[in-house]
């Protein structure tokens, strides 16, 4: 199951968490991006209730994050 979680930090503190959020084994990337957000991730896990304790047990818990919105994927396609 994935899920993706986007995030407002505080200002200057994105290098930081990025950091941060690659220590966590379900996260599966990390983006710096310009908009509504500063950061999206995308994490992996076997269950919804396990991506719900990440980001309620680890992600939200890093210093310097002030929000988080989280859309799980109900369908993906990748591209070569």
Known sequence: MEAIVFLNVDV???DEV???LRQIDEVKAVYFVYGPYDLIVKLE???IEKIRAIVREKVRKIEGI?????LIV?????TR
């Open 12 to 14: 200057g503190s994105e």
């Open 74 to 78: 109900a369908k993906s396609h990748t």
């Open 66 to 70: 002030r929000s988080t919105t989280t």
């Open 45 to 47: 896990a076997p269950e």
């Open 18 to 20: 990025m950091e941060r």
